[in-house]
């Protein structure tokens, strides 16, 4: 499981647009939003940064300084 904390991710349109951004890097992953927690975790083929990349370009940065629990 592959986990990103997404400080811009705030809503439910958020949330949609990121599984959204997530499914087009790869149509069979498993995706879990807690908006609460500004996390998503991905179950994934895909590497990391090719997640990463696909959640960049959707606009939404990962924090790369965030320590996920």
Request: proline letters at 6%; glycine letters at 2%; aromatic letters at 4%.
């Amino acid at each position: 499981m592959i986990e990103f904390r997404l400080p811009d991710m705030t809503c439910g349109h958020c949330a949609s647009t990121v599984t959204k951004a997530l499914k087009q890097a790869d149509p069979a992953c498993e995706v879990r939003v807690d908006l609460k927690a500004q996390t998503v975790q991905v179950r994934s083929d895909e590497d990391r940064a090719t997640l990463a990349e696909a959640l960049i370009d959707a606009g939404y940065l990962p924090d790369w300084n965030a320590a996920i629990p």
